[in-house]
């Protein structure tokens, strides 16, 4: 179990385990994250159109914020812990994701992507959400073009073009109420203070904005059991992480709903996916033993919530997935 981390203690060998962060260097993945948040949205009867769109931990590429813009978005901000996306790599996705929504291309599903949560319904295109004249409008040729303009000469500390990319990123380089949604697909389980990462969102977010994020609970290659990393004490968690560049935090699913809630977030859609739990009860240290069995086999989850002053959407849900 502790190999890899160890690994990454020996000068040279981190990168290893840091050169690549997930799917966003395929635009189908881009594709099939973004619409997956959009869908889920739609379903909740939660806002789909927006001006300002923010991402926490885009990864290899932008992709996943490109498409909000071709779906129509005026403004994408990506923050990032590091910088991991490149030109070549967004020009690439970018061009891919003009042709997919231009053919409406299905939604990648769980045969193409069994890790991408969460599971949806239907991966037919949504067509009643984007409509053949939203989707005109957003990607006409002009559009595309400027889009793609400001990708190609993309800088870091620009705060006034279509979009902006910060990483390493600070709360204090988005002005207060200016965003409508803040997604992540993949991410919150690394960040290490998630109370300071949730008031920075709700300093950016309008009084209607909306908050969408993808975690997982999974340790992710750190130990045998998907869920081990809740078996292990402090000192021997430290040792099985080295100095990887990401690791869980650990948090379990309850604590993110408990938080949200006690920030004044209505939680409006919540989608659990269900593993059978690695570990035994006995096997917990001692700070997890308090783990509910929910938490224990919560493997991801989607979160989208507003204010609670914000209007109320008129159907929400709450729902369960077995992981495949
Ligand atoms: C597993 S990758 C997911 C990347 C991408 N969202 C995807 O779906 O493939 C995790 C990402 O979270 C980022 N990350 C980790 N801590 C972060 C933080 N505190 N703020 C923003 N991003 C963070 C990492 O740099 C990395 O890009």
Redesign the pocket.
């Given at each position: 179990m502790l190999a890899v981390g160890l690994a990454t203690l020996v000068p040279g060998l981190r990168s290893l385990t840091g050169r690549r962060?997930?799917?966003?260097v395929s635009s189908c993945?881009c594709y099939s994250?973004w619409l997956r948040h959009l869908c889920m949205l739609h379903e909740h009867g939660l806002p789909t159109d927006f001006e300002t769109v923010a991402?926490?931990?885009?990864?290899?590429s932008l992709g996943?914020g490109l498409a909000a813009l071709l779906c129509g978005a005026e403004r994408y901000i990506a923050?990032?812990?590091?910088r991991?996306a490149d030109r070549a790599t967004n020009l690439r996705v970018f061009d891919e994701l003009v042709e997919l929504f231009r053919n409406r291309a299905p939604i990648p599903d769980q045969r193409e992507f069994p890790r991408v949560q969460p599971p949806l319904r239907s991966y037919a295109f949504p067509s009643d959400l984007l409509t053949p004249a939203r989707l005109e409008a957003a990607l006409s040729p002009d559009r595309v073009g400027r889009i793609r303009a400001a990708l190609a000469a993309l800088g870091t500390d620009r705060r006034d073009g279509p979009i902006c990319y910060h990483?390493?990123?600070t709360a204090d380089m988005i002005d207060d109420a200016s965003v409508d949604l803040v997604f992540?697909?993949?991410?919150l389980q690394?960040?290490?203070d998630i109370p300071a990462?949730y008031a920075a969102m709700a300093r950016w977010l309008r009084p209607d904005g909306v908050m969408s994020h993808e975690v997982t609970f999974q340790s992710?290659g750190i130990t045998t059991e998907w869920n081990g990393h809740w078996a292990c004490s402090e000192p021997l968690w430290k040792l099985a992480v080295g100095n990887r560049?990401?690791a869980t935090n650990r948090v379990p699913h309850s604590a993110y709903v408990s938080l949200l809630q006690d920030m004044g977030w209505r939680i409006l859609t919540e989608v659990r996916v269900e593993r059978s739990s690695g570990i035994d009860r006995s096997q917990l240290a001692c700070p997890y033993r308090h783990l509910s069995d929910r938490d224990l086999s919560t493997s991801s989850s989607l979160l989208q919530s507003m204010r609670q002053t914000a209007s109320p959407p008129q159907f929400a849900r709450a729902a369960v997935a077995k992981a495949t």
């Open positions: 962060t997930g799917g966003t993945y994250v991402e926490l931990g885009p990864g290899d996943a923050l990032d812990a590091v991991y990483a390493p990123w992540s697909q993949g991410v690394f960040v290490e990462a992710i560049r990401h």
